[in-house]
């Protein structure tokens, strides 16, 4: 089932991963119809689409991302299945050198301003965390 936030055990076992190599994680991505800001955001009751928000926290994720050396890989709409069936919006890839640099995004100075963005535009997802085969 989608979820919005890792569990603790997971983020548990992603980060005491042994693994020290390049990661490259896949976001499955499913938008509110509408953005949904707090109420004490500047943003509150602005009628525009979740993925209008959401585009936001992408554009200030990748810059503190590439601050520790991450990139986007990927940020796309869904354009259609070609195989099996789902109900994603978008796919978003990010690439980081090790498991720490992206752990590093998430304690960025501004993470809390940019999440605000996800909160409003983000109905659920799946995020898939990827290593090099060899």
Request: with cysteine; glycine share 6%.
């Amino acid at each position: 089932m989608p979820a919005y936030q890792p569990t603790a055990d997971q983020f548990r076992a992603f980060r005491d991963d042994p693994y020290d190599g390049p990661i490259a994680q896949v976001n499955l991505l499913k938008f509110r119809v509408k953005a949904e800001y707090a109420a004490d955001h500047d943003l509150h009751g602005v009628d525009e689409p979740g993925s209008a928000a959401y585009e936001r926290y992408v554009d200030a994720f990748q810059v503190a991302a590439e601050e520790v050396s991450g990139s986007c890989l990927l940020f796309g709409r869904t354009e259609r299945y070609f195989i099996g069936q789902g109900d994603w919006d978008a796919v978003l890839v990010m690439h980081f050198p090790n498991r720490a640099a992206f752990i590093q995004t998430l304690n960025h100075p501004d993470y809390h301003a940019m999440h605000q963005h996800r909160d409003a535009g983000l109905l659920c997802q799946e995020l898939i965390t990827t290593r090099p085969v060899n």
